[in-house]
């Protein structure tokens, strides 16, 4: 019988490359995790797995205000975090209020970093159309924001042509280099490792050269799962949900993205990293659990699947 060892055959014949099981705890310890802006007043306790330090974003929502925002982002400054409020183009009414709102969040919440998104309303409420009109205004270099995040689609938009896609992550790339900010890439979460390493693989083609956060769910229900997959509009990710039953039993039995995890891990140990540089956690399933559930993997508390499938998370 083979004996199967934790480290990748390309690990075990190149000791300067990290192996699976190494690889996993580094994509844990530089993890980020989403909250939502209306945030209760147990959010701090709810954090308390997390690192300080540790970037923590705020989710925006079409009736989220901006002094939301700035309140929450206060808080998680105060609690030893490091806050990243989303930027919605389509829900800004006018570059006015986006300045002060920069103003505000760099002023009062000391906020340096940013997640840029188009937002999800049919009709913008002002001049922004979509991320990379906001980014143009040259506004968050104004407000000294260092580092910036936008989003990527490893499995498309329904709403959005691959091409366009592709063509806006080219253009936003092509400012970065002419700028004094820093960005990376925010992905929407999957159910399945493959379209996320074609994808990273597919930004290096096009000549992108931002870092990748892989955006995944955190531990939850399947019926959670679902929930927020068609909220989110993640029409692929509910189609491999449905056509791939050994993915269902996984989230059934396991409750979270561990398969996911240990295919990216996988695939950086040997070489093939394409850009991935980190891990950012949705919470659907509460942020307390997937804060200590990443925080166990990020200490090593897990065991290897014997079959390649992923691992177990250890108490």
């Not at 969040?105 to 937002?119: K, N, P, T």
């Not at 042509?161 to 970065?176: F, G, I, R, T």
């Not at 960005?183 to 159910?191: A, D, G, S, Y």
């Not at 695939?267 to 919470?283: E, M, Q, S, Y």
Request: charged share 20%.
């Amino acid at each position: 019988m083979m004996d199967r060892t934790p480290q990748s055959a390309a690990a075990a014949g190149n000791p300067a490359l990290p192996s699976e099981r190494e690889q996993i705890v580094g994509l844990l310890r530089d993890h980020s995790i989403e909250v939502p802006a209306r945030a209760g007043g147990d959010l701090e306790r709810s954090l308390e797995a997390v690192p300080p330090g540790t970037d923590v974003y705020i989710s925006v929502l079409a009736t989220t205000t901006p002094a939301d925002m700035v309140a929450i982002a206060a808080r998680l400054g105060n609690a030893g975090f490091n806050p990243v409020p989303h930027v919605a183009a389509r829900l800004l009414a006018s570059r006015a209020q986006l300045d002060d709102y920069l103003a505000r969040a760099a002023g009062e919440a000391g906020v340096r970093q940013a997640l840029l998104i188009g937002g999800d309303i049919a009709q913008p409420r002002g001049p922004f159309d979509s991320a990379l009109q906001v980014l143009e205004t040259g506004l968050f270099e104004k407000h000294g924001f260092r580092r910036l995040g936008i989003g990527g689609h490893p499995e498309g938009s329904p709403k959005i042509a691959a091409a366009a896609l592709d063509e806006a992550l080219v253009a936003k790339d092509e400012l970065a280099r002419h700028s004094d900010l820093a960005l990376h890439i925010v992905t929407q979460f999957c159910f399945d490792a493959a379209p996320i390493l074609a994808w990273a693989a597919r930004t290096r083609h096009l000549g992108i050269r931002l870092p990748i956060r892989i955006g995944l769910a955190g531990p939850a229900s399947i019926k959670t799962l679902l929930k927020f997959a068609l909220t989110c509009g993640v029409g692929a990710s509910i189609k491999a949900l449905g056509s791939h039953t050994t993915m269902i039993t996984r989230l059934l039995s396991d409750n979270g993205p561990e398969p996911i995890i240990a295919e990216a891990a996988r695939h950086v140990a040997a070489g093939n990293a394409g850009g991935i540089a980190g891990l950012h956690f949705f919470p659907f399933g509460g942020v307390e659990r997937t804060a200590r559930w990443a925080r166990s993997i990020a200490e090593g508390k897990f065991t290897l699947n014997p079959n390649g499938s992923g691992f177990q998370v250890t108490k």
